[in-house]
């Protein structure tokens, strides 16, 4: 059975012009209008394809097609359609317009399934616009608080509750707790070891080691013009030499650790003031504890150095530590198959980006499927899949979703 | 002649009321309600002296006590009553304060003058909300096109002209174009020197070499946990290198030359994303023009070779090089004489901090006259001037604004 590449592709391109970049990509973070927009067009695909839709109270759109036994736990199968602020047209819609593709060649097949299979669409993956992400399958699983997840707000001030109901998917459907056979997420590598080895298909067996750090920089305002170099408490200098240390941390550590500064604000950030406070924010992704470990033991020395060099104060808040998610050894083994089966090259591998599937498997088996992206690029306009890799990823996905829903 | 210093103290610290700060000071930033605010209660004090009030199309206001022979160019005496956002009590409103204490002193003891005397408050010479600062005195000069003033827009997008609308200070009395005898403008020193060899006055001679840049850096958004270090191209990390090279540019100069990046902006500045962009602003002040010819070059070698090793691009955009402004060397050597014969210490002295004598010099003989502050600290809410040296600076100015105006 294979899916029908063209239609997936067009519904790609179709989907790819909303909320357009700059650049060709995508500015449409999760609950502006773009991502309403993008959620409206799908369930409109949804319902030409025969599937009956719920939206729950964390906008998470489910499209149902029945299955011949209905009091079954259903197999689930997404991803995500909202985007970074510098997003591509895969990340996330692959996921999503994959498995409707896989429903539809179903349909088209005839094939009736035992189970129901559900194609979802998860709110706030990115977690670009509010913090932190993979929020819709989080409460679905029930690792968030329903009120924790409307609570937050974004830099502008506005709630995550206010916004989901401003572009109306503040949705009725019962918030989780209901069982999930499985659940198959299909998505772009967002990195370069698909690519590089010439492979089609990831069968992803876990993820990585990570943290987030929160960093408060203490200094003192003082005038820039007169203030003599040796009295000078510049946040911001202490800010770049911790940005440096922190980068070079992940240069020292790769390819098994990385580290990257991403985020930096300044007060009182203008011309004639050294500024008091900098904040910033690193990640660390690493393949082992241990280098984990190592990499924050490296970056709490270099903040403690820099301290004691320059008199400015540090403050470090753990955003995130995040252990391996690990996805079914059968759903893994059945990837494989089915891509072998279908003249797919294989690998199994692991993925260093978060993805809804790490809350999903917390509870029931569930497998992430990856498809190369080119350069492995993505969080960038430029970021692509080539069509026939989209179409190989959907196709395993059916094959495996079919004999999921089937058991 | 001694000016009434517990009159004077006390309007200091009733206008410090004004649009208060977390940490004893201020927040009153040009046109924002606090600086409506403490320009209404300036005037109210003008015409409690007894001055008449115009307000020109800058918002600049002058407080004018007419001299018997009202033909005459007046003496013009103030400086500003807008803050830092993180701005102290003294930094501006000693300026203004001061030479309206002069003029009430005068009034007291029944003095007339042959020209008149004006206490003015120049509209936003801080520049942190409107670039560039100087602002009112540099329209009024004809330094800068009164258009141009009114297109600068703050951070929010809000114009100049309709926010001086806005407060009630578009005022009709005509742009410059008149000529002035003499501009006398008192001010904290904003650095050390004085406070640390015990002088109370300051007869400030020149001010110094600076210049100020803006830097875009550029690289590549993409995903933080998947992209491998060798591919990223994390602009912020390049701006890192860039501040740490500018702040040990000026280490290494002090304290003939200072410097120190103070702004900085990146996007799109979250948690999952390389950024692609990040702007940052520096300063740098220097003692002679040959150290700041150093400094740049040094810092643009700084930047080739950081732009070389990271493949990262470096834009600069000069904002600002300014050569020194030159006093009146008459009134240079009358502040010194004033200030003796009130039995103070005094001392002749360069200025590093821009101020709205700046402007003034280019049209009319110009002093600016020093008092120490705690630690040579400004620009910082805990800015500190003793009420004996603000007592003591109103003083030389009263002196040398008497001896001017009956020229």
Known sequence: MQVNGERLWADLMSLGQIGAGQAGGHDRQALCDADGDARRLFMHWCRQAGLSLTVDAMGNIFARREGTDPSLPPVLAGSHLDTQATGGRF?????????????????????????????????????????????????????????????ATDRAGRRF?????????????????????????????????????????????????????????????????????????????????????????????????????????????????????VTLSFGLVCETEATRTAMLAEIDAAMARIGAETGLGFETRLRRLRDPFHFDAALVAATE????????????????????????????????????????????EAEWCEPVHCAAGASVLAAVMLERANR
Do not use: K
């Not at 500064?261 to 003031?273: F, H, L, S």
């Not at 993805?355 to 960038?380: K, Q, W, Y």
């Open 337 to 380: 198959q089915a891509a072998q089966a279908l003249g797919h090259s294989v690998m199994r591998m692991r993925t260093r980006p978060g993805h809804d599937a790490f809350n999903m498997s917390t509870v029931c088996p569930t497998e992430l499927i990856f498809v190369p992206c080119r350069d492995g690029l993505s969080h960038n």
């Open 161 to 277: 509750g206010e916004e989901l109901r401003r572009i109306g998917f503040l949705g009725e459907a019962p918030m989780g707790g209901r069982p999930v056979d499985t659940y198959l997420e299909l998505h772009i590598e967002q990195g370069p070891l698909l690519e590089r080895v010439g492979v089609t298909i990831g069968a992803v067996t876990q993820s990585c080691w990570s943290a987030m750090l929160d960093v408060a920089v203490t200094g003192q305002n003082s005038h820039i013009q007169s203030t003599p170099m040796p009295q000078r408490r510049n946040a911001l200098y202490g800010a770049a030499l911790l940005i440096a240390a922190v980068e070079r941390c992940g240069y020292a550590h790769a390819p098994d650790g990385t580290a990257s500064t991403v985020v930096i604000d300044a007060w009182p950030n203008n011309r004639i003031v050294l500024p008091h406070l």
């Open 91 to 151: 990340d996330g819609p692959l996921g999503v317009l994959g498995a409707l593709e896989a429903v539809r060649t179903l349909n088209d097949a005839g094939i009736a399934t035992r189970r129901a299979i559900e194609v979802v669409n998860w709110t706030n993956e990115e977690g670009c616009r509010f913090f932190p992400g993979l929020m819709g399958s989080a409460v679905f699983t029930g690792a968030l608080a329903l009120e924790q997840a409307h609570a």
